[in-house]
T-cell receptor
Framework: DGGITQSPKYLFRKEGQNVTLSCEQN?????MYWYRQDPGQGLRLIYY???????QKGDIAEGYSVSREKKESFPLTVTSAQKNPTAFYLC??????????????FGPGTRLTVL | SQELEQSPQSLIVQEGKNLTINCTSS?????LYWYKQKYGEGLIFLMM?????EEKSHEKITAKLDEKKQQSSLHITASQPSHAGIYLC????????????FGQGTRLTINP
C-alpha cells in the first residue's frame, strides 16, 4: 500500500538535545512538507521541498533543519535552538508542485515532548 | 490573528442534524482544501475547491467556495457519529508552490 509513514509516533527528549523525526513516502511524490500543530491552532509550515536536494523555509523554520537527499525521504531535525519544541509534527507530500493543484497527503504524525 | 478564521471553534450537534462550518480569509484564495482529523492522528483529505462559486459533494458532505474566493463553507447533512472529529480548512496563498496556511480547526461532536 502506498502512503506516508512517520516514526516514531511518540518521542520524548531532554531539553537541549537535538532530535530527528523521520518521514518516508512511497507515493513517488515530488514535494514534501513539514508542519507543526499546537493545541487550538492550525498547522504551521516549517519547511518544504519541491525536488530532491532543494528545500525552502516555511513560516516557522527557526530552530529546525531538514535534508532531502532522496525523493522518498524528508527528515526533520528539531535543534536545541527551538524554544518550544513540544508539539505534534505532521509530514505531507504532493505531486507536481507548481502544476495543477492537487491535495497534500499527510502522515500519521509524531508527538514530540521535551522534558 | 489567524490568516484563515474558522467558525465555530467547536460544535456539538444531535445525530441526524445538519451543520455548517465556515472558513474565512481576508485575501483571495488560490485553492481551498478541507481536511478531517481524528485527535492525535494525521489529516484526511475531503475536498479541494479552486474556482469562485464552485461546489463539491462527497457522500453527505458539501463544500462551497464563494464567488470572491474569500470564504468557504462545509455542510454536513444528517450527521452521523462517524462525522465527529476536527475539521480544518487550508488555503494556498500563492499561485505557485503549495504553501498552505490552515485555520485553527473546528471540533465537531455528535451526540447520539
Amino acid at each position: 500500500d502506498g502512503g506516508i509513514t512517520q516514526s516514531p509516533k511518540y518521542l520524548f527528549r531532554k531539553e537541549g538535545q537535538n532530535v530527528t523525526l523521520s518521514c518516508e513516502q512511497n507515493l513517488n511524490h515530488d514535494a514534501m512538507y513539514w508542519y507543526r500543530q499546537d493545541p487550538g491552532q492550525g498547522l504551521r509550515l516549517i519547511y518544504y521541498s519541491q525536488i530532491v536536494n532543494d528545500f525552502q523555509k516555511g513560516d516557522i523554520a527557526e530552530g529546525y533543519s531538514v535534508s532531502r537527499e532522496k525523493k522518498e525521504s524528508f527528515p526533520l531535525t528539531v535543534t536545541s535552538a527551538q524554544k518550544n519544541p513540544t508539539a505534534f509534527y505532521l509530514c505531507a507530500s504532493s505531486m507536481h508542485p507548481g502544476g495543477p493543484r492537487l491535495e497534500q497527503f499527510f502522515g500519521p504524525g509524531t508527538r514530540l515532548t521535551v522534558l | 490573528s489567524q490568516e484563515l478564521e474558522q467558525s465555530p471553534q467547536s460544535l456539538i450537534v444531535q445525530e441526524g442534524k445538519n451543520l455548517t462550518i465556515n472558513c474565512t480569509s481576508s485575501k483571495t484564495l488560490y485553492g481551498l482544501y478541507w481536511y478531517k482529523q481524528k485527535y492525535g492522528e494525521g489529516l484526511i483529505f475531503l475536498m479541494m475547491l479552486q474556482k469562485g462559486g464552485e461546489e463539491k459533494s462527497h457522500e453527505k458532505i458539501t463544500a462551497k467556495l464563494d464567488e470572491k474566493k474569500q470564504q468557504s463553507s462545509l455542510h454536513i447533512t444528517a450527521s452521523q457519529p462517524s462525522h465527529a472529529g476536527i475539521y480544518l480548512c487550508g488555503a494556498d496563498r500563492t499561485q505557485g508552490a503549495q504553501k498552505l496556511v490552515f485555520g485553527q480547526g473546528t471540533r465537531l461532536t455528535i451526540n447520539p
